[in-house]
């Protein structure tokens, strides 16, 4: 089997059906707690068939970056800390009740030993998720807030993405790692350009026209 996308789907079924054939202990997590905390020892690997939950760093200034609200089918968590064998910096919140399986390490471990298929969908996932953080953190770091914020709604108008959007205002900044009246003020700027306009939500941003936004951010590539 050469086909990548064969041995992709070959390797999560590997781990579908080890997970349903093995007896782990189960974990009930509850909305609002977390599922792996940050620079915190990780000392079982949690499976999960459904789970909506958030990603977030809390730096030691107070500052708090999200990297936004996921809703995956067949996910691990712990497994960077897991293969790193250092702790995480980012922790990982629930958004809703959800079960998780409890796999210890040295089990995960044979496992992937004994089943390439699945190691190689390992690496994929993981690979996948260093490229999606990475690609988040530079462009907070390196663009101005305006440009987050209309990338973000460029993004996510542009493609089948979920709107991530939240109810309340101070829960937006933190996916910009800002201040809520930072990202009060560019918003209105925003709107005050004709750019953008609030959906029935506060928090809802849609865009007016998708070209003019990608013309406006083309600015910042020069």
């Not at 707690?33 to 459904?50: L, T």
């Not at 107070?62 to 980012?90: A, M, Q, V, W």
């Not at 993405?161 to 009060?184: K, L, N, W």
């Amino acid at each position: 089997m050469t086909n990548k996308k064969e041995i992709l789907e070959h390797g999560l079924n590997e781990i579908l059906k080890w997970v349903e054939r093995c007896n782990f202990k189960r974990r009930s997590v509850k909305q609002g707690q977390f599922i792996v905390k940050a620079n915190n020892k990780v000392d079982e690997i949690y499976w999960s068939e459904e789970a909506r939950f958030s990603i977030i760093h809390m730096a030691e200034n107070g500052k708090t970056l999200s990297l936004g609200d996921y809703h995956l089918k067949n996910n691990f968590f712990g497994e960077i800390e897991f293969f790193s064998e250092r702790p995480g910096c980012f922790s990982a919140i629930a958004s809703e009740n959800l079960e998780l399986t409890c796999i210890p390490k040295d089990t995960l471990t044979q496992f992937f030993l004994n089943n390439g298929h699945a190691a190689f969908w390992m690496n994929h996932r993981i690979s996948s998720i260093y490229l999606s953080t990475m690609d988040i953190a530079i462009e907070r770091s390196l663009y101005p807030l305006k440009y987050n914020i209309l990338r973000d709604i460029l993004r996510r108008e542009s493609t089948s993405a979920q709107d991530t959007s939240h109810h309340y205002i101070y829960q937006e900044a933190q996916r910009f790692g800002c201040s809520d009246r930072a990202y009060a003020r560019v918003i209105k700027e925003l709107v005050n350009d004709g750019l953008i306009k609030k959906g029935a939500v506060p928090t809802q941003l849609k865009a007016i026209n998708l070209t003019q936004i990608e013309n406006y951010l083309k600015r910042y590539h020069t």
